[in-house]
């Protein structure tokens, strides 16, 4: 069994393209199967290195590793040519050198009368020798096929007109590239987009003209935005890449992609070893799949929560690098991830998260220094018995606040507060004795005398 994700290199790996490509490479993976991977880069002039190589790492930050490829239509025009020549020699296909104005012309007296706007064979028995060549899709009866995910699909071969197999500079059409190329690399089920569905008939025509045997057909339902239109980028990141920028685990993203328009009972969280033994291309929806960003974000906080920290420091390197982050320079990072696992959504927001612990800053904000900054004498107090602190951990920390507390007689709040915004600069910390604690003794004390001089200095 073999299935295939083919995309074409116009652009970077977008969300559909990548769940086409993880439908298709659990299918094969369900089936003890193969996944190809084959870049349809015919269209020359849109086809960019640039777009191959952003398919490339998509696929491989996904984790979506194919078994046989990448394989390049353009280093197949031989084989394409040799086709051409086949179907033209047996009187399945001829050139037609209609203008681009004549057919404009028919389009238009078409469309004005309310019919279908179709070629209409002019030079199908003209004998010619130069120009487009056509194929010749039969006149009479209907192709039909059984689509895993659509049904039964039939169509009147009179909807369907004589369509170009290569252009006037002898390259191929995709219609023709993609029956060869499925032919040619044994594809037994072909699963793409729904957007291909009429092609589809097209496509079993030239099958049957060629003398092959079908493969099966497997249409998937469009991807929407949370207002039903077509996702696309003002619905946010449609790009794969984006959300690893954006700090989401790849495992989250594939599990995330799977429940659009899959599911299993009630479960929600999959592993992939998981998502290939409970996938069957017959349980997809017919119904296109909404993309809901506040689910992939409930679903990648769990994620991180539930990884190892190993495994959290593996993907967060690219945006520690990103950042210029040197995590050399304070406590291990293993501890301060450990610390942050529970607190954050992204990897973006764990790398906010502990620059703190990293990178030392000149300045508070702003909003809540003028709130919290008012009282220096239990940040003095404070300072004082943390400066006396010889054993620095959380546990006595902690006590030494209770202390201040104690003695000036005020609520956690009054010295929690002011001590979490002077360790943090924003305010952003967690268990703020832990927190101390991963800072440094050094580093806590130097921000705790910052909040002294800030105080001193806007005291009237």
């Keep these: 069994m073999k299935s295939r994700f083919a ?42 290195q640039a777009s191959v190589d952003a398919i490339l790492d998509g696929m491989a930050w996904l984790g979506l590793t194919h078994d046989e490829g990448p394989f390049y239509q353009t280093d197949r025009f031989e084989r394409y040519k040799e086709i051409i020549e086949r179907l033209l020699g047996e009187d399945k296909a001829y050139y037609c050198e209609c ?36 194929f010749k899709n039969p006149l009479e009866g209907f192709v039909a096929f059984d689509d895993v995910v659509k049904g039964q699909i039939l169509i009147g071969n009179k909807e369907l007109d004589d369509l170009i197999i290569a252009r006037s500079d002898a390259t191929p059409t995709y219609n023709l590239t993609v029956v060869v190329d499925d032919h040619d690399m044994d594809i037994d089920t072909v699963i793409r987009g729904d957007d291909h569905i009429n092609n589809t008939p097209r496509q079993i025509n030239l099958y049957k003209a060629l003398g092959w045997d079908l493969p099966k057909f497997a249409h998937l339902p469009m991807i929407l935005g949370s207002d039903g239109a077509r996702l696309s980028k003002r619905h946010g990141a449609v790009s794969v890449m984006a959300y690893r920028d954006e700090g989401f685990l790849p495992e989250a993203l594939l599990n995330y992609l799977v429940r659009l328009g899959w599911s299993h009972g009630d479960q929600e969280v999959f592993s992939l070893e998981e998502i290939v033994e409970l996938f069957e291309l017959k349980n997809i929806n017919k119904a296109p799949a909404s993309f809901n960003q506040e689910k992939l974000i409930w679903l990648n906080q769990e994620y991180i929560k539930s990884s190892s920290v190993d495994h959290l420091l593996k993907n967060l390197a690219w ?29 973006v927001e764990m790398v906010d998260g502990l620059k703190m612990f990293y990178q030392d800053f000149d300045q508070f904000d702003e909003k809540l220094s003028a709130k919290q900054f008012k009282d220096s004498q239990s940040i003095q107090l404070l300072f004082t018995k943390l400066s006396a602190l010889d054993d620095w951990a959380a546990g006595n920390i902690k006590e030494q606040i209770k202390q201040v507390c104690d003695e000036l007689d005020i609520g956690f709040g009054k010295i929690g507060q002011p001590f979490r915004l002077a360790l943090s600069g924003n305010g952003n910390a967690g268990n703020i004795d832990v927190v101390a604690q991963l800072v440094g003794k050094k580093r806590t004390l130097a921000r705790l005398q910052m909040a002294l001089d800030y105080i001193s200095q806007h005291s009237h």
């Design 7 to 48: 995309p074409s290199p116009t652009g970077y790996l977008h969300i559909g393209g990548a769940r086409t490509a993880l439908f298709a490479w659990a299918w094969a993976k369900k089936q003890k199967g193969q996944f190809v991977l084959r870049i349809e880069d015919t269209d020359r002039e849109r086809s960019t």
């Design 319 to 347: 945006h520690l690098e990103n950042q210029s982050i040197d995590v050399s320079n304070g406590p291990v990072i293993e501890l301060v991830v450990e610390h942050l696992q529970e607190r954050s959504k992204t990897l």
């Design 99 to 134: 203008s681009k104005e004549r057919l404009q012309v028919l389009r238009d007296e078409l469309t004005e009368k309310g019919e279908k706007a179709k070629f209409d064979g002019c030079c199908r028995d003209k004998n010619l020798s130069v120009g487009v060549v056509r």
